[in-house]
């Protein structure tokens, strides 16, 4: 079993940042690559970022390159999202995920946290 617990999220104006984090916990996460998704109102979830075991590999959507970064710390069992440049469209509840690697496949998922970019 996986636990993942999201933070950092909150209200930003266009062009700001934010970095959201994921704490996990459970014996088996260290089996499971990561990944981050968002879902807006309406919408169907999106995969966003995801990265590998070793975090050397990451695949990022097309409407996040260049302004998200994903990262992890697993000797602390951390996530990161570091986001740039946010535009109202980043609006979404976001939520980390522990996933089939090479795909955005989701075993276990956090409880979200809300990213809303408005001014």
């Known amino acids: 079993q996986v636990q993942l617990v999201e933070s950092g999220g909150g209200s930003v104006q266009p062009g700001g940042s934010l970095r959201l984090s994921c704490a996990a916990s459970g014996y088996t996460y260290n089996y499971y690559c990561r990944a981050w998704f968002r879902q807006a109102p309406g919408k169907e979830r999106e995969g966003v970022a995801r990265?590998?075991?070793?975090?050397?590999?990451?695949v990022y959507a097309d409407s996040v390159k260049g302004r998200f970064t994903i990262s992890q710390d697993n000797a602390k069992n951390q996530l990161y999202l570091q986001m740039n440049s946010l535009r109202p469209e980043d609006t979404a509840m976001y939520y980390c995920?522990?996933?089939?690697?090479?795909?955005?496949?989701?075993?276990?998922w956090g409880q979200g946290t809300q990213v809303t970019v408005s001014s």
């Open positions: 995920a522990a996933i089939n690697c090479g795909t955005w496949s989701g075993w276990y």
């Open positions: 990265i590998d075991l070793s975090g050397t590999s990451t």
